[in-house]
């Protein structure tokens, strides 16, 4: 059955057919499934093909996103709250899980779940039962829960940032889905597909396609974004070009501009705020060698000194909050501690 407010799942590459088959085997199963991905995998969209898949595909189908709310907040949103429970509740509120009775809760960003959370979660997928904030009267409900996360989840556990019961609870079946990258058969597929869509949407009286040189260019692309990435690139492509001529140019960088803003490392150059590096080498020098295009020097050496650089700023930049960091660079969380690990950065300065 498909979903009324999602796109559907498209693609014919060896990696999503078994993802495809992957989930119709798990989806009749009524325990809590986890679903591992990059960010624009379309994890929301397997959650909800496991709903629709499921005996409980008549029951409805709820959505969160853990990360978006602070702590006090989404436990009000996930288990509801009494009437003057704090400043602001004057009257009753259902929580996620009494709206998701009898259906499926969809827990995205669960990683980002405090550890006060985590623990009521556990108990409510454990014994389906808890009590909203600011009351001690028992719930019971009949939820499936379905998490998703970018997240090395086993390695939060590992670290302490995650509760190994509630993985364990959790990780009855697991799903990884494969990054576009592993499924290059399904991008001339996916492109057509929004690109048609975007069509449409400008009330254009047909899609005219892609050129061989634009399909060449979504192919070689390596997609960081995946999906969504790729959604976005066609429908900019596609509403720069006109309806009688196949799409030539694809718009990859909707920030490439003759008019490029300084990198924030020149504006502090400008400003003189450069500090020394690390060995104590000057402003103007590259590993201790001044930056002269004509003089030789170790590329290989500059370039670890570019990216300790660029990681150190951008972790200053997000309070070392490197979750934050990791959005903000483009990278998932473990991509990121690889790298900070890479460059002895893992640890906070005092």
């Known amino acids: 059955m498909q979903t009324p407010d999602l796109p559907p799942l498209l693609g014919e590459s060896p990696a999503f057919l078994a993802l495809a088959e992957e989930i119709s085997r798990i989806a009749p199963l009524d325990r809590p499934v986890l679903v591992i991905g990059e960010r624009g995998t379309g994890k929301e969209l397997v959650a909800a093909r496991l709903h629709f898949l499921s005996q409980r595909w008549d029951g409805p189908f709820v959505k969160l996103n853990c990360a978006a709310l602070a702590e006090s907040l989404l436990e009000s949103e996930l288990f509801g709250h009494e009437a003057g429970a704090f400043?602001?509740?004057?009257?009753?509120?259902?929580?996620?899980?009494?709206?998701?009775?009898?259906?499926?809760?969809?827990?995205?960003?669960?990683?980002?779940?405090?550890?006060?959370?985590?623990e009521k979660l556990l108990r409510v997928i454990e014994y389906g039962s808890f009590e909203r904030v600011g009351g001690n009267a028992g719930l019971t409900v009949d939820v499936r829960v379905i998490g998703a996360t970018n997240e090395h989840l086993p390695e939060a556990a590992a670290e302490g940032r995650f509760r190994a019961d509630l993985l364990d609870r959790l990780a009855f079946e697991v799903i990884t889905l494969p990054p576009l990258r592993a499924r290059p058969e399904d991008i001339p597929l996916l492109s057509t597909h929004?690109?048609?869509?975007?069509?449409?949407?400008?009330?254009?009286?047909?899609?005219?396609?892609?050129?061989?040189?634009?399909?060449?260019?979504?192919?070689e692309h390596a997609w960081p974004g995946n999906v969504r990435e790729l959604r976005n690139a066609v429908e900019r492509s596609v509403a720069r070009g006109t309806p009688d001529a196949a799409i030539d140019k694809v718009v990859l960088d909707p920030f490439a501009s003759p008019y490029p803003l300084a990198p924030l490392a020149a504006k502090r150059a400008a400003a003189g705020e450069t500090k020394p590096d690390a060995d104590g080498a000057e402003p103007g020098r590259t590993g201790g060698v001044l930056s002269d295009p004509l003089r030789a020097f170790d590329l290989?050496?500059?370039l670890k000194r570019v990216e300790h650089d660029l990681l150190q700023q951008a972790l200053e930049a997000q309070r070392f909050n490197q979750r934050a960091t990791a959005k903000q660079l483009g990278l998932t969380y473990d991509q990121l501690r690889n790298r900070l690990r890479k460059h002895g950065l893992l640890e906070r300065p005092a």
């Open 300 to 302: 290989k050496e500059a």
């Open 87 to 118: 400043t602001g509740a004057v009257k009753r509120r259902a929580g996620r899980f009494e709206l998701a009775d009898s259906g499926s809760l969809f827990l995205d960003e669960i990683a980002a779940a405090t550890p006060a959370i985590q």
């Open 194 to 219: 929004f690109g048609r869509e975007m069509a449409k949407e400008l009330d254009w009286p047909q899609f005219p396609g892609f050129s061989e040189a634009a399909l060449a260019r979504l192919a």
